[in-house]
């Protein structure tokens, strides 16, 4: 069966959301339309309103409605601490786990040559300009664990060695990866062990 | 190609996202070349095997289905990943994106996959990862058919005599007024990078140009985009 042009559309529209195929596509339009047309208009506000009005912050690069978002515009975090992550979203799963106190920069995304992505489309010259004009001592490297967030980590801190930035002292350092909280050795996989084992922390030198 | 290869070895060459929890992956193996299949559901919080779909981990991988598009079965880790850091993993991916723009899918070639699982594992040794780059360029246009013809060297009428190099018809004697100039090469040099000899910093630089040259003649207008991970100091 055939539903009409305007039906149609929105189906497609809503399929173009990740893990949305034509089945739940057409059963989220039909609900709208059936039972809950509050629902839907309130959804169409809030869609366009957030992309019409949704930019990126000048100085982190996070999404924000703001041009200076409110995590960079709060003045009681740690000025001297700068954490570098892939995603918005990485910026808030540190904030949900209130490990950090200091501002972020993020990458929307990481190095990956094949896919044509270099350092220009990460912003990294934006990264040092910014580490240049600020007061930050330290920048935690917090991109994934992954091949890629690796050579992005090793890429950022090779070009944090800025020479007009000898004058004070910066220091530059990766999150720690590894096992899980709860988890056993005998199942994790040989590349995280490696990690683990690379990365490992004294906890007493007699 | 058969419908379903077992135990296959291979290396993940690029993955990206696929529908909500899959991937799309792109790998090379050891007796069908490149292969791309679709990954399901490793991208899952519960799947536990996702972390060695890495580049540069040997895997034993299962394909299955008959379009070119394959099915990923069952993978694993052969032994743990290979420890690259710094250069020596912005080497690594320099590799992959070579393998990516200069051999087609499905053009098998088992020499090809044992001369990038050799290059990876110097690649995790060498501290000069120059001479390890340019054996690897080398050997890989030999593979491909555009290998570099040194036999004009063989007829070198003196000690010290300047080669004019193009990708398409190779060396030509010239005299050495414009040995400056990007794509000319001294005659001593050349005899060096014949014989893989990179021993002198000169035949180095040398090699660089002159594989440089050679490759881009393949690789189209589309710089590598793996070259910008070794620029100092860009802002
Ligand atoms: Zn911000």
């Given at each position: 069966m055939n539903y009409s042009p305007l039906i149609d559309q929105l189906i497609k529209a809503f399929q173009r959301l990740p893990g949305v195929g034509p089945k739940s596509a057409q059963r989220m339009v039909l609900h709208f339309l059936e039972k809950d047309r509050d629902g839907g208009r309130h959804l169409a506000k809030a869609l366009n309103a957030a992309i019409e009005g949704v930019g990126q912050c000048q100085r982190c690069r996070t999404l924000s409605e703001d041009a200076i978002c409110h995590i960079c515009s709060d003045p009681k975090r740690d000025q001297n601490l700068l954490c570098v992550v892939e995603t918005p979203a990485d910026v808030f799963a540190v904030e949900q786990s209130s490990s950090f106190r200091g501002y972020y920069f993020v990458l929307m995304g990481h190095l990956s040559p094949i896919d044509g992505i270099g350092p220009d489309e990460i912003g990294i010259r934006d990264l040092l300009n910014l580490v240049r004009q600020s007061d930050i001592s330290e920048v935690i490297?917090?991109?994934?664990?992954t091949v890629e967030g690796e050579a992005t980590a090793y890429f950022i801190a090779e070009q944090l060695k800025i020479p007009e930035l000898d004058v004070r002292p910066l220091k530059v350092s990766r999150i720690a990866h590894g096992i899980?909280?709860?988890?056993e050795l005998e199942y994790i996989d040989g590349g995280t062990l490696l990690h683990s084992f690379t990365g490992r922390q004294l906890i007493s030198d007699n | 190609m058969v419908n379903s290869i077992q135990s296959q070895p291979a290396y993940l060459l690029h993955s990206r996202p696929y529908r909500d929890s899959s991937l799309l992956v792109d790998f090379i193996t050891q007796d069908f070349g490149r292969v791309s299949a679709v990954a399901k559901g490793?991208?899952?919080?519960?799947?536990?095997?996702?972390?060695?779909?890495?580049?540069f981990i040997p895997l034993l991988i299962n394909l299955s289905g008959k379009n070119e598009l394959k099915t990923l079965g069952q993978f694993e880790a052969q032994?743990?990943?290979?420890?690259l850091k710094h250069k020596a993993l912005f080497s690594a991916l320099y590799l992959n994106e070579l393998i990516v723009r200069l051999i087609h899918k499905q053009e098998a070639d088992t020499e090809i996959f044992s001369l990038y699982k050799w290059t990876l594992s110097e690649l995790s040794v060498q501290v000069d990862i120059e001479p390890v780059l340019r054996t690897f360029e080398l050997n890989l246009l030999d593979l491909l058919g555009y290998g570099i013809d040194f036999?004009?060297?063989?007829?070198?009428?003196?000690?010290n005599c300047w080669y004019h190099f193009h990708h398409e018809s190779g060396f030509e004697l010239v005299d050495g007024?414009?040995?400056?100039?990007?794509k000319y090469f001294s005659s001593t040099a050349l005899h060096h990078i014949a014989k893989k000899n990179f021993s002198d910093l000169e035949t180095q630089k040398a090699a660089k140009r002159l594989l440089r040259a050679a490759l881009s003649g393949h690789l189209g207008e589309k710089p590598l985009s793996s070259r910008s991970l070794f620029r100092k100091n860009i802002g």
């Open positions: 490297l917090a991109t994934n664990p899980p909280l709860g988890g | 490793v991208r899952n919080p519960k799947s536990k095997n996702r972390a060695v779909l890495q580049p032994s743990n990943s290979v420890a036999s004009v060297l063989e007829e070198t009428p003196g000690d007024l414009n040995n400056k100039l990007e």
